[in-house]
């Protein structure tokens, strides 16, 4: 009876196809890459990464640790969430499990959503002529604090104008 194969080396082997397939070089720092963002639970910043390879005594270039995040984002192995214009933020895909988010238009908290409601109603849909490969949903809004706060502000303001 043969072994299943670990996450690590499937993702490995996918990442190893990609490469070949796309005639890149299969350098040592890209699986290091490859192997430390699929030690990071959850969303990742290239600092994290950064540190998580420092920690491992594994140095790399910051145009390395970008080139390569964006060599497996076109692989399907990290998806680059648009959660910032000025910090990519990354999460690795290792199943097809749906992401659904949360995120505060003020101050920017990002909630990951667990909901079988929201979950099922996207099952229903079945696209035609299209795969998927995994889902995302981000919708966007205003947290509770931030509300608070908006109506303490306004209310200030209400009263400011009444004098």
């Known amino acids: 009876m043969s072994k299943k194969p670990t996450l690590q080396e499937r993702v490995a082997e996918q990442f190893r196809q990609f490469l070949i397939a796309h ?7 890209r699986f290091a890459i490859l192997h430390a963002a699929y030690n990071l639970e959850g969303i990742f910043t ?5 540190n998580l390879l420092d920690i491992l005594h594994f140095r790399v270039s910051t145009s390395t640790l970008y080139n390569t995040t964006q060599l497996l984002v076109q692989a399907n192995l ?13 999460e690795r895909i290792d199943d097809k499990k749906p992401r659904h988010y949360q995120i505060c238009n003020n101050c920017h908290l990002i909630t ?52």
């Open 23 to 29: 005639d890149l070089r299969q350098t040592k720092e």
């Open 46 to 50: 290239i600092d994290d990464l950064q």
């Open 78 to 90: 990290l998806i680059r969430h648009p959660f910032s214009s000025t910090i990519a933020y990354f």
């Open 112 to 163: 990951r959503i667990k909901s079988r409601e929201l979950a099922e109603a996207l099952d229903l849909y079945e696209p035609r002529k299209f795969a998927i490969t995994h889902r995302i949903v981000y919708i966007n809004g205003l947290c509770a604090k931030c509300q608070r706060q908006m109506e303490r502000a306004l209310k200030v303001y209400d009263m400011l104008q009444e004098k």
